[in-house]
């Protein structure tokens, strides 16, 4: 991991961005520009799909369902591949196969086990999205290098890491 040195003046700090003129710590600007970069990326990335007439974790779904190479899916093994995990997921497959985006089944082995997988439709609406969300990710992490992405990656486990080990 590559350090920065601390005498680097950035042209936005998060005190100006907040508007206000406290003195934040270190950890506090850290969290908030997490919050404000979050913020920013998650908003571009909802009106990309708002085009598309889907929300962020609709898109979840479709892509965990993508991911499964045409075998159906129990909605415990899809909540748990879910970005945010305490996402209504019932609730999101219902409006999914309202779209005609994905279907529901009753698993053969267990009548009682509710499984899912994507339609050809949800297919070619991936296969619309997948160019443009390229397009958008790499407009969002222009600014900075491959080692920059690396870094960041790296950090942000060691953070995750350190938020799981309570």
């Known amino acids: 991991i590559k350090f920065v040195p601390t005498n680097i003046v950035y042209t936005m700090n998060v005190e100006k961005i907040i508007k206000t003129n406290a003195k934040l710590s270190l950890t506090k600007q850290l969290l908030i520009n997490l919050f404000i970069s979050n ?48 996402s209504n997921t019932t609730r999101i497959v219902d409006k999914l196969i309202e779209k005609e985006l994905v279907e529901r089944c009753t698993c053969p082995n267990n009548r009682r086990k509710v499984e899912v997988f994507i339609t050809k439709n949800g297919l070619d609406l991936l296969a ?37 080990k309570q």
């Not at 598309?52 to 479709?62: A, T």
């Not at 369902?65 to 093994?77: E, F, P, S």
């Not at 969300?133 to 900075?144: G, M, S």
């Not at 491959?146 to 486990?157: A, F, P, V």
């Open 39 to 86: 913020a920013d990326i998650v908003e571009r990335l909802a009106l990309l799909l708002k085009e598309h007439e889907i929300s962020q974790p609709q898109f979840n779904v479709l892509r965990i369902l993508r991911g499964q190479k045409d075998t159906a899916i129990n909605m415990a093994d899809i909540q748990e591949r879910m970005i945010h995990k305490k």
């Open 128 to 164: 619309k999205i997948d160019p443009e969300l390229d397009k958008e990710e790499k407009e969002i992490t222009k600014n900075l290098s491959s080692e920059d992405k690396k870094t960041m990656i790296q950090l942000l486990e060691k953070l995750r890491e350190s938020n799981t």
